[in-house]
């Protein structure tokens, strides 16, 4: 059986199983969706914020994109997937959080580790980039696991990017709309929360 059939038993289960058990849900969500959360995370196959937060259909509007990158505000030169996404949650859909969640084992976070140049992944190199400053201030740090460190340093990159976009900024001010970094360790399944008043990222506990 092939990998695409696969993902039609799948289907088949969802439509056996899940839709019957939440029918109404699904009818509701039909005529709109009101998500409180935006969720800016990587498209790693390995960390599915709907897996890793266990939400509902409509519960999170997610963005997904190599490293969980988050590009600064500007205008005209090309098209911006990012920003459009972030303009229609932010305005639009009025969510009252922004979660960046970077995580363990990035392969963006590898390549920007490694350099750029690649003659094969053009479009690659020029997204990563957007770590370039990051990766240079881990450099300076000496940290020992560079990776990890970028990795945490991306999620601070994106968070401050996020604040370049005036309407972000403006709804942060107001109180209306809150940021926030996250970093998923895939082998422990231990999700870590940013203090940006310390700039340092703890566990989040098991169990409230």
């Not at 914020?49 to 500007?74: C, W």
């Not at 090309?78 to 960046?100: D, I």
Request: proline share 4%; glycine share 10%.
């Amino acid at each position: 059986m092939s990998e695409f059939q696969e993902l039609l038993r799948g289907y088949r289960r969802f439509r056996s199983d899940l839709y019957p058990a939440e029918r109404r849900r699904w009818e509701k969500l039909a005529t709109g969706q009101e998500p409180p959360v935006m969720i800016i995370g990587c498209c790693d196959s390995r960390v599915d914020p709907a897996t890793i937060f266990d939400t509902s259909p409509g519960q999170v509007f997610i963005l997904r994109n190599v490293a969980n990158l988050v590009p600064p505000y500007e205008v005209g030169g090309g098209l911006h997937g990012v920003s459009a996404a972030l303009e229609f949650a932010v305005t639009k859909l009025q969510v009252r959080h922004v979660v960046v969640m970077g995580h363990g084992s990035c392969g963006g976070v590898t390549a920007s580790l490694a350099g750029h140049g690649d003659p094969d992944a053009s479009f690659i190199d020029g997204w990563i980039a957007l770590l370039d400053g990051a990766r240079d201030r881990v450099d300076a740090s000496g940290a020992e696991d560079r990776q990890r460190a970028l990795e945490l340093e991306g999620v601070k990159t994106s968070l401050a990017n996020l604040r370049t976009f005036p309407f972000v900024r403006e709804r942060e001010k107001a109180g209306t709309l809150q940021l926030h970094g996250c970093h998923f360790a895939i082998a422990e399944g231990r999700l870590h929360e940013l203090d940006e008043a310390s700039g340092e990222f703890s566990a989040v506990a098991d169990q409230a």
